[in-house]
């Protein structure tokens, strides 16, 4: 009975000790899922704070005081500038190059409150700089004789616009005729910190270099620089053949024989050609080469004159006859009239030489003489040569006994191809045959 009751005190204190226990997780987990809930709570509130403080604020692009744009970051703002020079990078002017981009204004971004913004994108606000920003490029100077003139956006352009230049007149790897291309005025190369708009492309740099316009060639613009260019040039030409004249004592003076017919020749010729600007200013032969040797042309001229060519009146003067023929009037009284001269018959054509050396006075056309020469022999004494078909020679002209001075014709009175010779002395006719 005693040890019953003992073991239903032992059965009663453990079940009162598990009833502890299950109490005791029971608060355990009470108090752990407190401290999460207040756990949360506190980072709820602190991250509400966060989220309300971050869009609490935005940030306003001003240029020289002008407000442009509105972003969530500051890093937006200058992104917005960053792309606009990445844009002018990337322009076809300039696409290739990397130019060195500031600007010169003052710009600031600001933190502003966030309430009623309208946000602006980087890529429309990025156009928009284009107009709103003094964009300042460290350029490429062309200088021209000392002066920078123009400004590309870098050296490779400079260097091409340059040479493009050269190369519109002649292309030495294009043209192999091209010995040398250079410029008068020296050129070179600079760094220098110009307006954007002052930075021109390589084609339009090299539309100022050729025309002084960024365009094309204009009548009222002067080029900035003068192109030389020194070429070859090789053609075929004609290798004139040479007269080799022989004296012939047996033949009359103007009578001529062909012995050997000339024939012309060919020849290549190589020149050398200078151009300024496209304009040829100059050549000069630097080589030749005969292709088809030309042939003279031998021709025996006769020399002898007449000092007394007939027996019936000849003098023993020293003036020659103008020309040999027949005499048909002589000087003096005849049916007709007073005959101031005399009239020697030939063929038209037939040449006409100076009796004696003398200066041609006149060449004229005169009623009744037709073309007439007249020649000063000095000491007052004149040959007058008329009916003439054509003159050899002018007022002023030194003339000896072999020179031609005119062809037998008809002008004037006359019935027939002949000369009319006279020999007058101080304005006197007298009779030729004294003097021939």
Not at 104 to 122: C, L, P, R
Request: glycine share 8%.
């Amino acid at each position: 009975m005693h040890n019953n009751h003992l073991r239903e005190a032992q059965y009663i204190k453990r079940d009162d000790k598990k009833k502890e226990q299950k109490h005791r997780v029971k608060l355990i987990q009470r108090i752990v899922s407190s401290v999460v809930v207040l756990f949360c709570v506190a980072f709820l509130i602190m991250g509400g704070a966060n989220l309300v403080s971050a869009t609490s604020h935005a940030y306003l692009l001003e240029i020289d005081g002008e407000e442009i744009a509105t972003f969530v970051s500051e890093k937006e703002a200058q992104e917005a500038i960053e792309l606009c020079f990445k844009n002018i990078n990337d322009s076809d002017a300039f696409e290739g190059s990397d130019l060195v981009l500031s600007y010169a204004n003052d710009v600031e971004i600001k933190q502003v409150s966030a309430a009623g913004v309208v946000y602006s994108s980087t890529n429309e606000v990025a156009e928009i700089l284009l107009d709103k920003l003094d964009i300042v490029a460290e350029a490429t100077a062309i200088n021209i004789g000392g002066t920078n003139t123009i400004y590309v956006a870098d050296d490779n352009q400079a260097i091409e616009a340059v040479n493009n230049a050269k190369n519109y007149y002649a292309d030495p790897q294009e043209d192999p005729s091209v010995i040398r291309v250079y410029t008068s005025e020296e050129i070179t190369i600079d760094k220098e910190n110009v307006a954007l708009d002052e930075v021109l492309s390589a084609e339009q740099a090299t539309n100022m270099l050729l025309f002084g316009s960024t365009t094309a060639k204009s009548s009222s613009q002067q080029p900035l620089i003068t192109v030389n260019v020194e070429r070859t040039k090789t053609q075929t030409e004609t290798l004139a053949f040479e007269t080799i004249k022989q004296e012939n004592a047996s033949l009359s003076r103007g009578e001529e024989n062909v012995l050997t017919e000339g024939v012309d020749g060919v020849q290549e010729v190589t020149y050398k050609v200078s151009e300024v600007n496209g304009v040829v200013i100059g050549s000069e032969e630097v080589s030749s080469n005969v292709l088809v040797e030309a042939v003279d042309e031998v021709v025996e001229v006769g020399v002898q004159y007449y000092v007394a060519s007939r027996s019936d009146g000849g003098g023993n003067g020293t003036y020659g006859w103008p020309v040999d023929g027949v005499i048909t009037s002589r000087f003096g009284w005849r049916s007709r009239g007073w005959h101031s001269g005399l009239d020697i018959a030939a063929d038209l054509g037939t040449t006409i030489f100076a009796a004696n050396e003398g200066t041609v006075i006149e060449t004229n056309n005169e009623s009744g003489y037709g073309l007439v020469v007249r020649i000063d022999h000095g000491d007052g004494m004149v040959t007058v040569y008329a009916h003439c078909g054509e003159f050899y020679v002018e007022p002023g002209d030194t003339v000896d006994r072999n020179t031609p001075i005119a062809a037998i014709g008809m002008t004037g009175t006359t019935t027939g191809p002949h000369v009319h010779f006279e020999i007058r002395i101080d304005g006197e006719a007298v009779n030729p045959l004294d003097y021939l």
